[in-house]
């Protein structure tokens, strides 16, 4: 079987025609038309020109690069202002409507790429590492990739570097480039302060993500069999435990939601709103059709051992923007052959829930973050 060819993007460099490989961490098509330009556009003119459709290439030095990307940000952030509907659901749909207007539009400022992963602009940082860690190994081809997208590699890698605290683990989770990041540190603290089931000598974490939830419990003293189905994830949990001193503890298994048996806790963070993801890192965010919280509740029953529990950890959000019905998660819980033996609440701390400038405040304002302590019927 032949491999697919990556998708390739073509312009014309001063009468000269040029062509690199295309990259778009959404899966987005190259696109059709690309104009070259550099310092001599001004930032209203580069907008003028985004807002009619166009592809920039820019050329410039890469100072220059990231303000102009600055500046558009700015005029973004103004031009696609969500403004209340309704309803919190009208509201939310709107706003997810003009989030991805504006990525869009400033997806539109392309810079190149070496066939290393060198940037050959004028001042460049070395950004080789970053792209190393989120695409592999160079191919040795020439690339473009969208300079908002190329900055969050390098914000990733500097992230993975430095690392985010987290004291249930007794030290710092890395994150990898589109593996989500325990920036949201209430749901860590419901799984370090949850009683353990009686008698618990074994727990599954499902969907472990970065491996927090499993380093967490591991720091309890269970041995923890942690599984996932992103390779970047996979890596990026095996990495963490391995830094934490844990792998003898911790066994990461690839698999879609449940490993192998049974065991007496069985815990779960999915994503906590039904919806599309537009990236692979919204897919910690967003669940398309409710599949892995459904999952995660149908095939709970059969993997707990008698006695068990199984944790999900979940934010009601989505029941204040209107995206699931209240009691329609308990029903779900019902209807697996579950029963709720108990519930354990926390508020978020994120700084959005205390922005009254968002236009989802009201949402975020309400929103509990809850571990939901599931037992068989």
Known sequence: MSEISPPRISWSDAGRPRSARWRSEAGLPPPAAVDVVDESLSADAAWARLLAGETLLWRGDWPSARRLLQALTQRAERHFRCQPAATPLETFARHRTMQGQRAALLARLLVPLGPDYKLPLRRA?????ACREAWGKPDGNNSVVALRELLAVVSAHEWRKKGVPVAAVGGS???????????????????????????????????????????????????????????????????????????????????????EGRAPLVVCNPPWLPGQPTSPVEYAIYDPESRMLRGFLGGLAEHLSPGGEGWLIMSDLAEHLGLRAPGELAGWVADAGLRIAGRLDTRPRHGKAQDRDDPLHAARAAEVTSLWRLVGQ
């Open 125 to 129: 940082q070395d950004v080789r590492d």
């Open 173 to 259: 989770i890395h994150p990898h480039y589109g593996v989500f990041s325990p920036v949201r540190g209430e749901y860590v603290d419901l799984v370090a302060q949850a009683p353990l089931p009686a008698g618990c000598d074994l727990a599954f974490d499902i969907g472990t993500g970065s491996g927090v939830l499993a380093a967490v419990l591991a720091r309890r003293g269970l041995p923890v069999v942690a599984t996932d189905m992103a390779p970047r994830a996979l890596a990026c949990a095996k990495e963490n435990i391995d830094r934490l001193g844990l792998g003898e503890q911790v066994r990461i298994v690839e698999a879609d939601l449940f490993p």
